[in-house]
């Protein structure tokens, strides 16, 4: 017998996509099982005024807020304090969800310790666009528990679950980083850094699948490295420590792994790819040491 769902809610933030946006909503309403209700935090220039007005078939209610803010990290905390229940999921507008993706994302939250938080598969759609592609994604088919020090981002927020009381404790989204900030990147990563080291465990369920649509055209790939190599500094930078060099070795392999792409890309004469990893290196370096000179470590 299937475990019967406790109430739960999920966070889709959205800005100026309201046919994805609508989509994102359609596919999730069309599951096997549905959340208690869905959070919608819409930056955009304009309401969407049928989603705020949807009433869904389902046992699901629509919860919709026009937000003047800017910026998906404090979307998603703007959405973490509407959630009215503890068992909480996040996805991405942009996204399709495979009919039992929410029940099994829910499911492997509610089986795991209280200290744990659960990501799934991002896998990309098929191109919407000529020369389409969908970032953030991961195909592994392997499951995983990752608890410690990781040289690797382990956390996906475009696809996660975790109980709200978690981040009473760690924290929620750094604002300073992430799309509509200085910093539009690795806003997950960062959080996913901070839960490990506060000795949660973040698994990976590769059965929870959704598709990250591939919308983004050829032009959108230069500028979304280089958004995404600031970022990733800026979180380097962040945690960076000369008395604890963990973070410093990671940045270091990064840095070894991007330049060893971009041999292997420019042997192969691919252009685009190898334009966008000189992007994302400059981005990377970019994002640190604007970081260091213009924030603090604080928090």
């Given at each position: 017998m299937i475990?019967?769902?406790?109430?739960?809610?999920?966070?889709i933030c959205t800005r100026n996509r309201p046919r994805l946006l609508s989509d994102t909503v359609d596919s999730v309403l069309a599951g096997r099982e549905v959340p208690t209700e869905i959070v919608i935090i819409d930056q955009s220039a304009q309401p969407h005024p049928a989603l705020a007005a949807l009433k869904p078939d389902r046992a699901c209610a629509i919860h919709y807020v026009w937000s003047h803010s800017i910026g998906l990290s404090r979307a998603r905390n703007e959405g973490l304090r509407a959630a009215r229940y503890e068992w909480i999921a996040i996805i991405d507008d942009d996204m399709y969800v495979q009919p039992d993706w929410f029940g099994t994302l829910m499911r492997a939250l509610?089986?795991?310790?209280p200290r744990a938080v659960v990501s799934g598969q991002v896998r990309p759609s098929?191109?919407?666009?000529?020369?389409?592609?969908a970032p953030s994604t991961i195909e592994d088919p392997t499951p995983a528990v990752h608890q410690g020090r990781v040289m690797a981002?382990?956390?996906y927020a475009g696809n996660m679950a975790l109980h709200g009381s978690t981040l009473e404790e760690v924290g929620v989204f750094d604002e300073r980083l992430g799309a509509g900030s200085s910093f539009p990147g690795a806003e997950d990563n960062d959080l996913g850094f901070r839960l490990l080291e506060a000795g949660y465990?973040?698994?990976y369920v590769p059965e929870a699948i959704v598709y990250h649509r591939a919308w983004r055209s050829k032009r959108d790939y230069v500028p979304l490295c280089w958004g995404?190599?600031?970022?990733?500094?800026?979180?380097?930078?962040?945690h960076l420590s000369w008395r604890d060099r963990f973070?410093?070795?990671?940045?270091?392999?990064?840095?070894?792994q991007y330049i060893g792409r971009l041999v292997r890309y420019t042997l192969m004469r691919?252009?685009?790819q190898t334009i966008g990893d000189v992007v994302y290196i400059l981005g990377l370096f970019s994002g640190s040491m604007k970081w260091l000179l213009t924030q603090t470590r604080s928090n």
């Open positions: 475990m019967k769902l406790p109430a739960t809610s999920l966070i509610i089986e795991a310790s098929e191109s919407e666009v000529a020369g389409g592609f981002d382990v956390l465990r973040i698994l995404y190599g600031r970022g990733q500094g800026a979180f380097f930078a962040k973070m410093l070795r990671r940045m270091l392999t990064i840095y070894g691919s252009r685009q």
